[in-house]
């Protein structure tokens, strides 16, 4: 096992590492909207949110060795089901063709106070 850590993701802020990697699957612990130079959440709502997460979780990729292309599986946790669409639409132009299983689930409340964290499962080559 093989866990991974990179100063382009924010880091950890609790006792789990940004990624573990086992037998070539990369487990990404869920990332929020934390800017990892200032280490304050993004504004401008869910849409800039989301592309911070993803933007996050491809530099946890990058660090194991692998890429947005190889997810095999994400999870959305949203505060707020109304804020689905903004989010969706950002999650699509981001994955591309390339769109892994997902779940979405609404939640009572995210780290921070953010609106949309987000995890994800990978291959690594």
């Known amino acids: 096992m093989l866990t991974v850590s990179t100063p ?3 880091a950890a802020i609790g006792p789990y590492s940004q990624a ?3 037998a070539g699957v990369c487990y990404c612990s869920g990332q ?3 800017d990892p130079a200032s280490g304050q ?3 401008g709502g869910v849409a800039a949110e989301t592309r911070q997460v993803l933007t996050n979780l491809a530099a ?5 060795g ?7 599986r994400t999870t959305v946790f949203l505060r707020d089901m109304a804020d689905f ?3 969706n639409e950002v999650y699509a132009a981001f994955f591309g063709a390339a769109r892994p299983a997902r779940a979405t689930v609404a939640v009572a409340g995210l780290p921070r106070d ?3 964290e987000i995890d994800c499962v990978a291959a690594v080559p």
Request: aromatic content about 0%; charged content about 10%.
């Open 8 to 10: 382009a993701a924010p």
């Open 20 to 22: 573990v990697v086992h």
């Open 32 to 34: 929020i909207a934390i």
């Open 41 to 43: 959440i993004v504004p």
């Open 60 to 64: 946890v990729l990058a660090a194991a």
């Open 66 to 72: 692998s890429d947005p292309s190889r997810v095999l």
């Open 85 to 87: 669409s903004a989010m």
């Open 114 to 116: 953010v609106r949309v």
